[in-house]
């Protein structure tokens, strides 16, 4: 492998950098190219930059390959269990029994909301979106857990113990039931089941299928290296804000229809077709206009051009959940056809447009009597430990780091004069 790339720009050649990761991804470093030659690398919406070298994920787009910490996604899914994978995204290793042990009596610790943060729920009107309220209560954690260098590891258990309090709570605010407190016993899906769904005057039985799901789900959205919402994570954490402000910010940059939100509107859109007669080529048409702003919600990603690992197992997981509990979804079958009316499609395969996380993920959390308003939310709760992580990877880098601050190339007005028009009262 060569290690150096050359430019050549008018007249003098400049030599850059080539650095090459673990799986062979290679890259030109253009980090001094500014000093030595005056250019800067333009590259709008990143399609082309790594933005950092990453230890956490890692990801062959054009094979469909997911690997936590080198551990391939269908065997984390088939095999883990949430609270080992937050460890190990954020740690870096699996932890042996005892260590696990720990790290689960550090998250069962954390789970209590304090009381006076219930009263920030009263606040909101009933029909508040859920993701609004989780990014607000992240932010306000900060008023009640200063960060201080020595409380970084109580920190990261605290977001993730209390983030399902918050989510539940949350929910039960949404539909003016009495909260839930949570109940340490059960495992970190159960118990945010039981905050969700139980309350206080019924017994509840928690649904082994469903504590089984959601510890796939939660799996499946642990990480996916340099996204929107954790490079928002970066972002934010490189200005020196704290831990529940990164966070708070990564929420918000999930929550957008083209990244987390997705979940919500793919189940929307399917009860759109479904209201509209089911009419499949008739809705193709609707997204392959170009001048109609509807998408085909669920499908295609800026780096899986071939298929979304997660996608398939989730498609697998659905008709497996659907059959042991008995049930038959109309949406279902709908969005099965939908995808196979698109992947016949030359519009969809020529762009290399697959379902991804998001298309088949909903069907799942309505079957397990989540509301689609709250499916972001379910995504948020997975993809804590991946912001962590990336954070962690960001704060202990023994390089160092410096805030993100991206150039621009300047393409307004020229210099002009800003003359005096008599406007100082108005
Ligand atoms: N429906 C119709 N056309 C699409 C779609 C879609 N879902 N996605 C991409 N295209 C077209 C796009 O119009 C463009 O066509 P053309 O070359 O003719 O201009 C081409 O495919 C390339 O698309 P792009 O917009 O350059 O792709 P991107 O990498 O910027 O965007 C995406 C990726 C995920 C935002 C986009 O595919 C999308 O909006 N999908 C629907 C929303 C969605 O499902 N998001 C969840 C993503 S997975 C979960 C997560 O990690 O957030």
């Keep these: ?53 990453s230890s956490i994920t890692f990801i062959h787009g054009e094979e469909g390959i997911l690997r936590y910490r080198g551990y391939p996604i269908e065997q984390v899914a088939e095999r883990g269990r949430f609270t080992e994978v937050c460890y190990l995204l954020i740690y870096g290793e ?23 943060m219930k009263k920030f729920f009263e ?3 009933a029909n508040a979106h859920p993701m609004a309220m989780l990014a607000a209560m992240f932010a306000s954690l900060a008023t009640f857990y200063p960060e201080e260098s020595t409380a970084v590891d109580d920190n990261i258990a605290r977001v993730i113990a209390k983030s399902k309090t918050i989510a539940a ?65 970066r972002m934010v954490g490189s200005s020196e804000a704290n831990l529940f402000a990164s966070l708070s910010a990564a929420i918000c940059a999930l929550w957008g229809p083209r990244h987390g939100g997705a979940n919500q509107r793919v189940i929307e859109m399917l009860e759109a077709i479904q209201e509209d007669g089911a009419d499949l080529p008739g809705f193709l048409d609707k997204v392959k206009d170009k001048k109609s702003d ?39 079958e709908l969005a099965k056809r939908l995808e196979e009316t698109a992947l016949e499609d030359p519009y969809f395969v020529e762009r290399k447009l697959y379902p991804n996380v998001d298309f088949y993920s909903g069907l799942i959390y309505r079957a397990m009597g ?40 300047y393409a307004g007005p020229r210099e002009r004069e800003f003359d005096d028009r008599g406007t100082r009262h108005m």
């Design 169 to 233: 709570f949350a929910y039960k605010k949404s539909i003016g039931q009495p909260f839930m407190y949570p109940k340490n016993d059960l495992s970190w899906p159960a118990n945010f089941l039981r905050m969700m769904f139980a309350v206080p005057s019924e017994p509840y039985e928690i649904p082994e299928v469903f504590e089984d799901a959601l510890n796939l789900l939660l799996i499946l959205h642990a990480d996916h290296e340099q996204n929107c919402s954790t490079s928002t994570m």
């Design 123 to 125: 606040g909101y009107p």
């Design 294 to 332: 509807v998408r085909l919600m669920g499908f295609g990603h800026r780096v899986y051009k071939n298929f979304d690992p997660r996608a398939r197992i989730l498609k697998r997981a659905a008709d497996r959940i659907f059959n042991e509990l008995g049930i038959s979804d109309p949406l279902l």
């Design 94 to 116: 699996r932890p042996s029994p005892e260590k696990l042990r720990e790290f689960r009596k550090r998250l069962t610790y954390h789970t209590l909301l304090h009381e006076d």
């Design 370 to 409: 989540i509301p689609t308003s709250m499916f972001t939310v379910m995504f948020t709760l997975g993809r804590l430990p991946g912001w962590i992580a990336h954070w962690l990877e960001m704060k202990t880098d023994p390089s160092g780091y410096r805030i993100h601050r991206p150039r621009q190339i």
């Design 1 to 53: 492998m060569s290690t150096h790339a050359k430019l050549t720009y008018e007249g003098k050649e400049y030599t850059l950098p080539v650095v090459e990761g673990t799986e062979g991804e290679r890259a030109v470093d253009v980090s001094q190219l500014r000093q030595s030659s005056g250019l800067v690398a333009l590259d709008p919406s990143f399609g082309n930059t790594a933005a950092t070298e």
